[in-house]
Each structure stands twice: as C-alpha cells, then as structure tokens.
C-alpha cells in the first residue's frame, strides 16, 4: 500500500487546514488510518486514528477538541481537518495504515505503512 499525503502548507494561528491521506489500495475498508506528526529535532508523535470502519477515533490530547479524523471509503483516502491551528502544532504531519489483524484494536495497532510527510507551519 503506498500512501500519499498531501494539503500542507504555511498558515497563520487561529487557521485550519486539512490534510487528504490518499492510499494506493481498493481494500481500503481492511485498514486502520492514523496520523502522526514530528516537530523539528523532536520524535514522531501520535496524532489521531481511525478505525477501519470509522466508526471509533483517537487523539492525542494536544489535539484533541481542536482535529479532527475521518475517512471516505469510495476515494480511499483518509483526512486529518485540522482548526484553531497553533505554531506549536508546526512539524511534518504523516499519514499511516495498519493492516486489520484487531477490529477492536484501533489504539494500541502498529502501523504498516507510511506516508512521506507532508510539512505544516503555522506563524503567530
């Protein structure tokens, strides 16, 4: 599976902007999407997932209130709608799937496949 992420961009505090995950698979249904991002100098961290049927989503509390995940099943493509943007959510944002081995398993599932990263910045 390859994933594309994309939507990146500079924007100001306060702004929002969403990030489209497209995934190179017409089995789309059998994956768990999540997001992750990494700051400069900083280690990746967990974003936000989403379950293969969408039904159940997670968040890291930096975000959580503010982003939102979700995905389209006809397109393949996973989203990260991201509002109230603030500079330290600045970093390069990834996409992620994991295989379903788990349909319950969304939280604590490794990831399979990454995305290449696409870079946010936001200036105050």
């Known amino acids: 599976v390859q994933l594309q992420a994309s939507g990146g961009g500079l924007v100001q505090a306060g702004d929002s902007l969403r990030l489209p995950c497209a995934a190179s698979t017409r089995r789309f249904n059998m994956y768990h999407m999540g997001w992750f991002r990494q700051a400069p100098g900083k280690q990746r961290l967990f974003v936000g997932s989403?379950?293969?049927?969408?039904?159940?989503?997670y968040y890291a509390d930096s975000v959580k209130g503010r982003f939102t995940v979700s995905r389209d099943s006809a397109k393949s493509t996973a989203y990260l709608q991201m509002d109230s943007l603030k500079p330290e959510d600045t970093a390069l944002y990834y996409c992620?799937?994991?295989?379903?081995?788990?349909?319950?398993?969304?939280?604590?599932?490794?990831?399979?496949?990454w995305g290449q990263g696409t870079p946010v910045t936001v200036s105050s």
């Open positions: 989403i379950s293969f049927d969408g039904r159940t989503t």
């Open positions: 992620a799937a994991a295989v379903l081995r788990d349909p319950d398993g969304l939280r604590t599932t490794t990831y399979d496949y």
